[in-house]
Nanobody
């Protein structure tokens, strides 16, 4: 099986920065894409940023230019560097991976448990 373990969340003032990390551990054979979604209270889950092999990075419009997603393939880790944070960025951030496990024949979606990011003065 596989686990996605997130870290790096917390409380930050408006204008500040945070870096989230997500490690995929377990029987991972190949990762097609990794990225981050977020869900704020009363709102639907939305894509924040993702990296897909052969495609590149994709960002939500309201984080373009402020957030950066990047991967360390050797460590099966994806990072989300968040700069110029705003109160509207407050949400639970969830790591997502589309990956292939050993002894499986098709790629599957997996999710982390989520990590809280709060932007407030």
């Amino acid at each position: 099986q596989v686990q996605l373990v997130e870290s790096g969340g917390g409380l930050v003032q408006p204008g500040g920065s945070l870096r989230l990390s997500c490690v995929a551990s377990g029987s991972v054979f190949s990762i097609n894409s990794m990225g981050w979604y977020r869900q704020a209270p009363g709102k639907e889950r939305e894509l924040v940023a993702s990296y897909t092999n052969g495609v590149g990075n994709k960002y939500a419009d309201d984080v373009q230019g402020r957030f950066r997603v990047f991967k360390d393939n050797a460590k099966n880790t994806v990072y989300l560097q968040m700069n110029s944070l705003k109160p509207d960025d407050t949400a639970v951030y969830l790591c997502h991976a589309h990956l292939l496990l050993y002894h499986r024949t098709s790629y599957e979606d997996h999710w982390g448990q989520g990590i809280q990011v709060t932007v407030s003065s």
